[in-house]
């Protein structure tokens, strides 16, 4: 088919055969179809999208243009994460290294900067003498002995992406799902990688700027690559304002590098990049849960282990053999380096985070046009986050310029990205000060709240000083939280509670804090597996009519949910579970189950559980499809719901039996 025939169908709606694309694709590659028709076929797919079956024959075409890889002869998994970009998204340069210190190989294919968002591969190109993209026989050499390489497209890996992706870069087609997919995929899957976790921004500062866009993003990856073979997961991350404080090619290298040597770690950064290692680890078998798997992680950093990892593929390809230790003088740097204040004191409400990535642009650390070049030095830093406190004491960032034109002109970029609000409230429905007296028996010795947070942020509560928190925390757990000042005179009278209740469970506190303390002790599960009495649970399965249930354990509901989640859609079998309270919680998807079926079956559960003296049954529904999770709570697929139902120990009013 002539090219422009091919165009001229997607521009009119219609499906474009597989052998069709792969011919457009192969012509691609081989210069037969021009730059601009690219362009027209980008613009085409970006008005009239793509069915699931075109993504995935435009992905294997574009896979299949170059060589793929073949990893036989590693005996690690082979894993890799993709980002769909933001704004100081360094995450790759730290992932890679503790993935490999923990017994993974990585072959980390990146891109360049695409839009306003920043490149891997041009945050690597500022390491000096780093080869970004050797030839196949280093990578794998790197990857062999050091456990991971991050690289460019190479001339033999899916070569006609490296085409489209330059021309999508200027032609305004960036936001396409079809084409993010098949960008990602390709490269991904030419790799030859086990396993595969994508980072799915939304935001401000993203491609995806709503949840639902993010979403139809997230789903799209996560069924094409499965389509073609490659295990994939994905999570929904935030991208409301820049994930590291640095934004700028050699800036958010030395960040990395900050982090990996323990010198300083942004919190939102640290969170996403262990949530997002932790999922590779489980997908590819090396732990069994998060949580064991940020644990693993934490030990690469604590350890230098990832430090290590680093430095070795930097010098395996070019790079200083110093770089550790002398990053700071090695990097290059800019000649102008000076705050932006907002002009008014305030907490920021906002942030336009694409904005200040275009603002990285106009310093010249990205491209306008394909064959830009690229100032590493330029950037941005120090930058301030969602209700930070700014001001004359406090800049907006340090901006890194060529010149002071150019820091004038980005100085005002970066006031209008920014929108300051009054004082940020927060409200809590409760504060702990101090364990109980019997918080070691369910393992929960030194609970301490309010002294947790005190000893990681910087607190000024001085209402609540002068009223007695302080002393109160003081006397409650033995100790006086940072940032109290003990000899303050004191305007309030202050005091602290002490359990008069049995046990432990919610109820409790919340019933004796309303004047009836629960004198009687709840009936807890064993931290054993199973956990339930077998009579407990075949008299679940009989009364309920249930095919069987799954779990039978301890564990959080979010960890659950993900090991048990897709046999419970295939075998109907609930998902059953406790914590160290008194409760039995049991799990379904609302639509494979049924809503108000998990209730019926947790009325069953109620009603069995009375001679236990359990405390609580709840319903824990959920929704969604399998493999793709979202982070810092549960937002991508496998969503516990808000419509649990709770099921107390006593009913309002009287039941058959008598019991109030």
């Known amino acids: 088919m002539l090219a422009q025939e091919f165009i001229r169908q997607k ?27 690219a362009a027209a076929f980008a613009m085409a797919v970006f008005l009239r999208g793509m069915t699931r079956a075109e993504a995935v024959a435009l992905t294997r075409a574009m896979r299949d243009s170059g060589t793929a890889l073949s990893w036989a002869d590693i005996d690690r998994p082979v894993l890799d994460k993709h980002s769909t970009g933001g704004v100081g998204d360094n995450v790759s340069l730290m992932l890679a290294p503790m993935l490999a210190a923990v017994g993974a190989a990585v072959p980390m294919i990146s891109g360049r900067g695409l839009g ?9 190109d500022s390491i000096p003498g780093y080869v970004s ?12 002995q050091v456990g991971c390489a991050i690289i460019g497209q190479t001339a033999d890996l899916a070569p006609a992406d490296k085409r489209l992706y330059a021309i999508r870069d200027v032609t305004g087609t960036v936001e396409s799902v079809p084409l993010i997919t098949a960008s990602i995929l390709s490269k991904k899957l030419a790799a030859g990688l086990g396993g595969l976790v994508s980072d799915v921004k939304t935001g401000t500062g993203a491609f995806m ?5 993010a979403r139809e993003l997230t789903e799209s990856l996560v069924a094409v690559a499965n389509g073609l073979g490659l295990r994939t997961s994905a999570l929904i991350t935030d991208m409301n304002e820049p994930l590291a404080s640095a934004a700028g090619n050699a800036l958010e290298v030395a960040n990395a590098l900050a982090y990996l040597t323990n010198e300083k770690r942004d919190a939102r950064l640290h969170e996403v990049t262990l949530a997002l290692g932790a999922e590779l680890l489980m997908l590819s078998g090396l732990v069994k849960t998060e949580a064991e798997g940020k644990v693993a992680l934490e030990k690469t950093l604590s350890s230098g282990a990832a430090a290590e990892r680093f430095q070795a593929m930097t010098s395996a390809l070019g790079g200083p053999h110093n770089l550790l230790d002398k990053f700071k003088s090695l990097l290059p740097k800019a000649p102008v380096i000076r705050p932006v204040t907002a002009g008014q004191d305030g907490i920021v409400a906002h942030i336009d985070t694409r904005a200040l990535g275009i603002a990285v642009i106009e310093l010249g650390g990205g491209r306008r046009v394909a064959s830009d070049r690229i100032d590493h030095a330029v950037g941005l830093t120090a930058l301030a986050g969602r209700a930070a406190r700014v001001g004359r004491e406090q ?4 901006i890194h310029a060529r010149d002071e034109a150019s820091f004038d002109r980005v100085a005002e970029t970066v006031r209008q990205a920014y929108r300051l609000g009054g004082a940020p409230v927060v409200s809590s429905d409760s504060l702990g000060i101090g364990g109980a007296p019997d918080a070691e028996r369910f393992g929960d010795k030194g609970s301490n709240t309010l002294g947790h947070i005190a000893a990681h942020v910087t607190l000024s509560l001085p209402n609540l000083a002068l009223l007695g928190l302080g002393h109160a925390a003081k006397a409650a757990s033995g100790h006086n939280p940072r940032g109290f000042d003990a000899d303050t005179v004191l305007k309030g009278q202050w005091g602290y509670g002490v359990e008069v209740s049995n046990g432990k469970d919610t109820p409790s506190g919340h019933w004796e804090i309303a004047g009836v303390p629960v004198t009687f002790d709840w009936g807890y599960f064993p931290k054993t597996i199973p956990c339930f009495p077998k009579t407990l649970t075949d008299a679940l399965i009989a009364r309920a009519e249930l095919p069987g249930l799954l779990g039978n354990k301890h564990a959080s509901g979010t960890d659950i949910i993900a090991e048990f989640g897709e046999e419970h859609m295939e075998t109907s079998k609930p998902i059953i579970y406790t914590s160290a309270d008194s409760v039995i919680q049991i799990a379904a998807h609302e639509e494979t189950f049924g ?10 559960a109620r009603d069995l559980s009375y001679d236990l003296n359990i405390g609580r049954v709840i319903a824990r529904p959920f929704v969604g499809a399998d493999h793709v999770r979202g982070t810092c709570g549960p937002r991508g697929h496998l969503d516990r719901q808000d419509r649990r139902h709770l099921c107390p120990f006593g009913h309002w009013g009287r039941d058959q039996g008598g019991r109030q």
């Open 11 to 37: 521009r009119d709606g219609r499906e474009l055969a597989g052998a069709d694309i792969a011919d457009f694709i192969a012509g691609l590659t081989k210069g037969s179809v021009s730059e601009g028709q």
């Open 116 to 124: 306003h968002t920043g490149g891997t591969l041009d945050k690597l």
């Open 133 to 144: 993209q050797p030839d196949i026989d280093l990578f794998r050499k790197v990857v062999k």
């Open 209 to 213: 700027a709503t949840p639902e866009e």
């Open 395 to 398: 800049p907006l960032c340090v």
């Open 595 to 604: 809503l108000d079926r998990l209730y019926e079956v947790c009325q069953v």
